[in-house]
């Protein structure tokens, strides 16, 4: 099958529950609401929005998050207990994701008995969340440390209560892309199930094992807006959206031009700023520098850009300092209606990489004037003084 024949991946968000686990992090019920909607505008197909068992404000934020959106589905995680099915029929969503441990240590950790007792959960839990006219996806927590026979029939048992969907969590962010690949091409050879992949960045690997799965045959995508979730986050939106389309040729239905508003969004109701290299929103995500590198920009964008700003509706950033060239310099100096010869240039860019070492910043426009104007005769001053009247300064 190739890459185009593939059906598009199903992006499922879950920044308002896992994100909002991550240490210190707590979204009012407005910041909720802005997020969600959000979400829905970049067409995020699925928004996990919340755990009912934590009350009842969060079950009504949970409600109100699904009045929010227009498209997007709205989905509730619960433990695998009647108890959080009964609380999640309170918030009048028609979807929701139970989740069970399935590695040896979590099973014996958290409920203190063995396998078989999971698999009857699984049956008892399922079967009841169906009655009550719940679609369920079973999440499998610590999957990637579950024995993978025991996982098979976690899986099965899964199907045959009725479930739609199983989430392989890598929980503690162990895997490796190798690993994940050949997990998910074996468990697609097993079952028809649909197959979602949710990733911790404990080792910075979340986004490569994410890629990894959807090409060993999942289906669904975990995610959350900028890498959002316990300790070291989740695979990020932006990225695995971004990714899928550039390096897998596999398409999602995620509008990459509206994902930088949306992290910024997060960024505020977390009070965690975006840093300035985080790929694909980040402020210096598409700023150039590097003399060689901007002397190529110039001559042709692809030369070093293998992904066009345009796509996310950003555009590049030529930044003065101290590794800029003649190249810059000339550019800049000509956007600011200045033809200058090379001597000057010259003198300009030797000023301009003193100020950037000495400030330790990139260098602004109307600097780049300020040392022009120094250049020359009185005549040269008054270029660079009616071009800062101009407002040309960016």
Not at 40 to 59: F, K
Not at 155 to 170: I, Y
Not at 210 to 218: D, I
Not at 349 to 373: G, N, P, T
Request: charged letters at 25%.
């Amino acid at each position: 099958m190739t890459a185009q024949a593939f059906p598009p991946v199903i992006v499922n968000d879950t920044t308002l529950r896992d994100g909002e686990q991550a240490p210190g992090v707590s979204f009012t019920i407005d910041e909720k609401i802005a997020i969600a909607r959000g979400l829905d505008a970049a067409r995020v197909d699925e928004i996990e929005a919340g755990i009912p068992a934590m009350g009842a404000a969060e079950i009504d934020a949970i409600a109100a998050v699904s009045s929010a959106v227009r498209n997007a589905v709205v989905i509730a995680w619960c433990r695998m207990t009647e108890s959080d099915v009964d609380a999640a029929l309170k918030t009048g969503l028609s979807r929701i994701n139970l989740s069970v441990p399935v590695s040896d240590r979590q099973i014996r950790v958290k409920f203190g008995c063995g396998r078989e007792d999971v698999i009857a959960r699984i049956h008892r839990v399922v079967s009841y969340a169906r009655d009550k006219g719940f679609e369920v996806s079973v999440g499998g927590e610590d999957s990637s440390r579950a024995d993978f026979d025991f996982l098979l029939r976690v899986v099965a048992a899964a199907q045959t209560s009725g479930a739609h969907r199983f989430r392989f969590a890598d929980t503690l962010g162990v895997l490796d892309p190798f690993k994940t690949h050949d997990l998910f091409e074996s468990l697609r050879r097993e079952t028809d199930m649909e197959l979602e992949f949710h990733g911790h960045d404990d080792l910075g690997l979340a986004t490569a094992n994410t890629l990894a799965a959807v090409r060993g045959g999942a289906t669904h995508v975990s995610v959350c807006v900028l890498g959002l979730g316990e300790r070291a986050g989740n695979a990020a939106l932006e990225e695995v959206a971004a990714a899928l389309a550039q390096v897998s040729g596999r398409m999602t239905a995620v509008d990459l031009t509206q994902l930088t508003s949306l992290a910024e969004l997060v960024a505020r109701g977390t009070r965690r700023p975006i840093p300035a290299a985080k790929s694909i929103v980040g402020a210096a995500a598409f700023a150039h520098e590097s003399g060689i590198h901007v002397s190529g920009i110039l001559r042709d964008p692809e030369c070093y850009e293998a992904v066009n700003p345009a796509q996310f509706g950003r555009a590049r950033s030529i930044v003065l300092g101290k590794h800029s060239g003649m190249a810059a310099i000339s550019n800049a100096l000509t956007s600011l209606g200045i033809t200058a010869d090379e001597g000057r240039a010259r003198r300009v860019l030797d000023e301009v990489r003193i100020r950037a070492v000495a400030l330790k910043r990139s260098i602004h426009e109307s600097e780049l004037l300020e040392f022009y104007a120094a250049t020359g005769s009185e005549e040269t001053a008054l270029v660079a003084q009616s071009a800062l009247d101009r407002g040309t300064l960016c």
